[in-house]
């Protein structure tokens, strides 16, 4: 083959992996011509990658996708678009001016399709690193900087289950949030410092516990909501402090021989029971882990016995129990084997406090129950 010059080789449009590349080896000493595969070149880069170009400022509209880098000068409120790009192109956002109650709201091609409709800027040093895959741009990293305040707007939320990201005001996946939505986390994540240094990142702002639903189950009071007040001129003041709300297992029976056993986790919850026929409640088997409690309250008036064991059935656990009926009361100590709570005929309301102290062996369970007629409770 005649000697040609590299220039004038048929380009290759879409090379493979296996295809060679041409180098010189020590060149500064001894060089030497030699191949490599592209794979074995792109695989073992020996330096940094550098990027040449000097960054567009765009002010609003749209951002070209010829350059890797563009910077984004926010002021007021703006718009960005970012038109579809090449099958494995990268592209990278910084807002590098922030100024007039900034709101910048950048609209990618097809965003919808990879988690997210629109992507918000209002604080200098906010940055995403986009590629371009599935005909959209996919948030590959972004950069929220220190302020929770502000941040990322995902308007139609991130992957369902998964929060890679700590989300601002997404009412579909958020976890924890502030009242004022100022910052919400999903419980996956990392709570910032200052959440678990138990200090709000604002003041008179209620910090609220929601479940995957936004259900609300616990709060942190620092002055944010207050009961409503009415008459004239209601002298009224409002606390700090935590409120939460108890788990409610509603228990009913269907046939004598039904039971519900629970477990450690169920710690803390209510045991609402309607004995429409025998019912048996089996307390959780407890380790070391002591400080297990639950409340069971009656749910009706019935006239079928409801019994309260413990896990093990062998003698050797023991439950001590104060009752109080409407006409006297009675305490009993149990000993080494009193294991087994019965409560027969009970009236609706009556309630049975059951606290655990000690575990393995021998079990230590306390009950504590307020009858809400003649009716006590007995232990065996």
Known sequence: MADKKIVNLTAVTTPTSEDLAILVTDAATAPNNKKSTLATFFNKIPTWLGLSTTPVVFTSGAIDITTPVS???????????????????????????????????????????????????????????????????????????????????????????????????????????????????????????????????????????????????????????????????????????????????????ANDDNTLTLTAADSGSIIYVTPTNAVTLILPLVGTDTGIWFDVIIAANVNKAFLIKTSRQTGVDNITLYSAASDAVAADVGGTDHDILTFTNSLIGSRIELINCVGQAAEEWHAYVRSMSTIDASIA
């Open 71 to 253: 910077f984004l000068s926010v002021t007021g409120t703006v718009a960005f678009s970012l038109a579809a790009g090449i099958t494995g192109q990268i592209k990278m956002l910084v807002c590098t001016v922030a100024a007039s109650t900034p709101v910048g709201v950048l609209t990618p091609v097809a965003s919808a399709n990879d988690g997210y409709n629109t992507i918000t800027f209002d604080k200098v040093g906010q940055s995403v690193t986009l590629i371009y895959e599935n005909s959209g741009w996919i948030m590959l990293s972004g950069n929220r900087v220190s302020n929770f305040s502000s941040g990322f707007d995902f308007t139609d939320g991130f992957r369902a289950g998964n929060a890679d990201l700590i989300i601002n005001e997404d009412d579909t996946y958020g976890a924890i949030r502030a009242e004022d939505d100022s910052f919400r986390i999903a419980l996956q994540d990392t709570i910032p410092s200052n959440f678990a240094s138990n200090k709000s990142l604002a003041d008179a702002t209620d910090i609220v516990f929601n479940q995957f639903d936004e259900t609300e189950v616990a709060r942190i009071h620092d002055g944010a909501v207050e009961p409503t007040q009415g008459g004239t001129t209601p002298v009224f003041s409002a606390g700090t402090g935590f409120g939460y709300r108890r788990r409610i297992l509603t228990l009913g029976s």
